[in-house]
T-cell receptor
Framework: DTGVSQNPRHKITKRGQNVTFRCDPI?????LYWYRQTLGQGPEFLTY????????KSRLLSDRFSAERPKGSFSTLEIQRTEQGDSAMYLC????????????FGPGTRLTVT | SQQGEEDPQALSIQEGENATMNCSYK?????LQWYRQNSGRGLVHLIL?????REKHSGRLRVTLDTSKKSSSLLITASRAADTASYFC???????????FGKGITLSVRP
């Protein structure tokens, strides 16, 4: 399967703990995006990478959130000191560079903070 | 903030009928994409229409784009029970092509 993969698929954590999610994009895609989706809403943009460079971060991404894409391939999203409000589906997408290309999404990581 | 607004919010039809969903947006776009999401799962890309295109077809899907009205419609013909899902329109703006989604439309197709 050559689609976007995300791990883990589900994560339950206690408030205050740190969590890290991984995204493996489609291999030839140099753009990688992170989105967050809460119940009943559409996904909201968090951040994106072109190759290894993080080029934009949303205001939604507080200082507790950090994302990396060290070699321009897979990416990680870390949330420190999780809060109940962080409970959501975290979606990763990848695409080729340019305005004319589709973004392909992974299955998401569902985070529950208790 | 969410740029796209889909209409209606929920749609229930009989299998075999056509389903039409509308999306309006606020700013100039590079392209508009429609996605499907089954309950609690990832988004599946359905179709992309560029800002200089007016209509596009893919199988049972037909998408139109009216940039003067800042609106798009998605038509699913001969619907099937398997089409039951949430449908989102997403607009791409700027060089980074980040997507801005609406809240989605819940489509139920009754067998």
């Amino acid at each position: 399967d050559t689609g976007v993969s995300q791990n883990p698929r589900h994560k339950i954590t206690k408030r205050g703990q740190n969590v890290t999610f991984r995204c493996d994009p489609i291999s030839e895609h140099n753009r990688l995006y992170w989105y967050r989706q809460t119940l009943g809403q559409g996904p909201e943009f968090l951040t994106y990478f072109q190759n290894e460079a993080q080029l934009e971060k949303s205001r939604l991404l507080s200082d507790r959130f950090s994302a990396e894409r060290p070699k321009g391939s897979f990416s990680t999203l870390e949330i420190q000191r999780t809060e109940q409000g962080d409970s959501a589906m975290y979606l990763c997408a990848s695409s080729l560079e340019g305005a004319a290309y589709e973004q392909y999404f992974g299955p998401g990581t569902r985070l529950t903070v208790t | 903030s969410q740029q796209g607004e889909e209409d209606p919010q929920a749609l229930s039809i009989q299998e075999g009928e056509n389903a039409t969903m509308n999306c309006s947006y606020k700013t100039s776009i590079n392209n508009l994409q429609w996605y499907r999401q089954n309950s609690g799962r990832g988004l599946v890309h359905l179709i992309l229409i560029r800002s200089n295109e007016r209509e596009k077809h893919s199988g049972r899907l037909r998408v139109t784009l009216d940039t003067s009205k800042k609106s798009s419609s998605l038509l699913i013909t001969a619907s099937r029970a398997a089409d039951t899902a949430s449908y989102f329109c997403a607009t791409s703006t700027g060089a980074n092509s980040k997507l801005t989604f609406g809240k989605g439309i819940t489509l139920s197709v009754r067998p």
